[in-house]
């Protein structure tokens, strides 16, 4: 789960530093291109991201969207993803697909093509966002404001993305789950499932080069496979 605390916090710390100066904070490495009815998303999924997109589709319409990135602003990525839904584009991973990423770029493409080599892991999400709790009585009253805002509307609409594509909320965060076969250093680093179970949670027309069973066999140990059973499939957090 810490690394969707820092995400949120970059996110958090970016709202803080516009609320608060006139100053232009820089954001992490992104960007967008095009080639034929491919765009192509490389590095930080941010709100420029979004700006950045709109003005290529603006300009044509894209069949595919090809992605290579290791993080995102939640509520940016679920923009995107709800874009990628709605227009029916088919996501392919050309290197890695992590954290807001997988929560929802992944999840939302139509076909979802792995290029060798790829990963695709998750490492938490909106229904985690209880860490919150613990530490609201050190932040600052407009902080504590603007975080418990934020949280608010990423509960709400990561909760309707879900609903709209059909795949189970929980995706993001069985990896914490004691029952996942996940230590908690691994959940940490991300984790991932495999084609059977994404299946069945709802993430369906996956292609890769390797059969499905060992679709993610090339994963680094870093990563956790995410064993399912009955039991997991109905805890809550």
């Known amino acids: 789960m810490a690394n969707w605390i820092a995400t949120l916090s970059l996110s958090m710390l970016s709202l803080t530093l516009v609320a608060c100066s006139s100053t232009p904070s820089s954001s992490p490495r992104s960007s967008v291109a095009a080639d034929g009815n491919t765009l192509i998303v490389d590095g930080f999924i941010s709100q420029n991201t979004i700006s950045q997109i709109k003005q290529f589709t603006a300009q044509q319409r894209f069949t595919t969207l090809r992605v290579n990135s290791e993080d995102g602003e939640p509520l940016a990525a679920l923009q995107l993803g709800n874009w990628i839904h709605r227009n029916d584009l088919d996501v392919t991973v050309d290197g890695v697909c992590l954290r807001a990423c997988a929560n929802y770029i992944f999840t939302a493409g139509n ?127």
Not at 178 to 192: D, H, L, R, T
Request: net charge negative; with cysteine; glycine share 8%.
């Open 111 to 237: 076909d979802k093509h792995l290029r060798p080599g790829s990963i695709v892991a998750w490492s938490g999400g909106a229904l985690e966002d209880s860490w919150t709790q613990q530490y609201q009585n050190y932040l600052m009253p407009g902080v504590r404001y603007i975080l418990e805002n934020y949280l608010d509307r990423l509960y709400r609409r990561e909760a309707r993305f879900f609903e709209r594509t059909g795949v189970d909320q929980r995706i993001t965060i069985y990896g914490h789950h004691p029952g996942s076969g996940c230590s908690e250093q691994q959940a940490k680093n991300g984790f991932y499932y495999s084609v059977p179970h994404l299946l069945r949670m709802g993430v369906t027309k996956i292609y890769t080069d390797a059969h499905w069973s060992d679709a993610f066999a090339h994963y680094p140990e870093q990563y956790c496979k995410v064993e399912l059973s009955s039991e997991l499939e109905v805890f809550t957090i």
